[in-house]
């Protein structure tokens, strides 16, 4: 998908779960929308988001899938719960 706005862009999850926290490692996390021309993962969007893996799975991420279109970008998971950030909340390398 091309914005036309500091294209291409790029979506990172990063674990923000605690290690101390066993049963809760890998559902609380920060979902990254970043410009890929600025090359770092603190420059750009970011929304904290919870996912559903109740098996704290540690390869549920990769099982999840993304969906780019007009209007922004969609993070399905494979429980069927969706993500959608807006494209006007991260294009222009907010």
Partial sequence: MNFGSND???VFVVD??????EPNR??????????HFH???????????????PSSDPNYFTHC????????VTIIEPSG???FIPKNAFIGGR
Avoid: Q
């Fill in 16 to 21: 923000r779960s605690s290690w101390w926290n």
């Fill in 81 to 83: 719960h969706k993500l």
């Fill in 26 to 35: 890998f559902r609380h996390c920060g979902i990254g929308v970043v410009s």
């Fill in 39 to 53: 090359g770092d993962l603190l420059y750009g969007h970011w929304t904290e988001y919870e996912f559903h893996n």
């Fill in 8 to 10: 291409p862009y790029v």
């Fill in 65 to 72: 899938t993304t969906v780019w279109d007009p209007e922004g």
